[in-house]
């Protein structure tokens, strides 16, 4: 089956480590998107890419890292400087313009 | 910039009444509009999507939304709720060349 996954589907980490979220999409999607979702705030995009090697920032950047080394993989590092970094994380894919976003099954991380 | 408003955070109907979600838009060009729906601790599946072709727009689960340009909205229907229908709605507008900017969301609560 055709889809994106995410991994893990919970993660703790301690304040002021950086940590690397996974997302896979065997779709052959040439889009990637990674979302934050906070209580009552809807989804905020965080970074795109559109091809490979290539990435845009997206609403909230500040304090995230992407990389777009593959077509199918497109990892978000949290990085230390992200001020309020627990939340629910939402990885999505899409063929191209008007076209929808699939979604993975997101990442919740916890900073303790 | 493109922008989308969820009228109440949280709608509540009883099982078999009429369900209304509703979504205004903001869009200086013709907008790409998407429904999608979340049920707790997943990800995102699309409804529907207008695309400037009809302006009856039929989703899955018997959803359907209607594109009012005049009025900039695109509500949400669904003639008779059903239990399973208790989730977490999102209006989602085409932003970009293929970047969505989504509104905070609809919590419907179906009581039986």
């Known amino acids: 089956d055709g889809g994106i996954t995410q991994s893990p589907k919970y993660l703790f980490r301690k304040e002021g480590q950086n940590v690397t979220l996974s997302c896979e999409q065997n779709?052959?999607?040439?889009?990637m998107y990674w979302y934050r979702q906070d209580p009552g705030q809807g989804l905020r995009l965080i970074y795109y890419?559109?091809?490979?090697?290539?990435?845009q920032k997206g609403d909230i950047a500040e304090g995230y890292s992407v990389s777009r080394e593959k077509k199918e993989s497109f990892p978000l590092t949290v990085t230390s400087a992200q001020k309020n970094p627990t939340a629910f994380y939402l990885c999505?894919?899409?063929?191209?313009?008007?076209?929808?976003?699939?979604f993975g099954p997101g990442t919740r991380l916890t900073v303790l | 910039a493109q922008s989308v408003t969820q009228l109440g955070s949280h709608v509540s109907v009883s099982e078999g009444a009429l369900v209304l979600l509703r979504c205004n838009y903001s869009?200086?060009?013709?907008?790409?509009l998407f429904w999608y729906v979340q049920y707790p601790n997943q990800g995102l599946q699309l409804l529907l999507k207008?695309?400037?072709?009809?302006?009856l727009v039929k989703g899955i689960n018997g959803f359907e939304a209607e594109f009012k340009k005049s009025e900039t909205s695109f509500h949400l229907t669904k003639p008779s709720a059903h239990m399973s229908d208790a989730a977490e709605y999102f209006c989602?507008?085409?932003?970009?060349?293929?970047?969505?900017?989504f509104g905070k969301g609809t919590m419907l609560l179906v009581s039986p």
């Open positions: 999505a894919s899409s063929q191209g313009r008007a076209h929808e976003q699939f």
């Open positions: 779709l052959n999607h040439d889009a």
């Open positions: 890419s559109q091809i490979v090697n290539d990435f």
């Open positions: 869009s200086s060009v013709p907008p790409y």
């Open positions: 207008y695309t400037s072709a009809a302006t």
């Open positions: 989602a507008v085409l932003s970009g060349y293929s970047t969505l900017t």
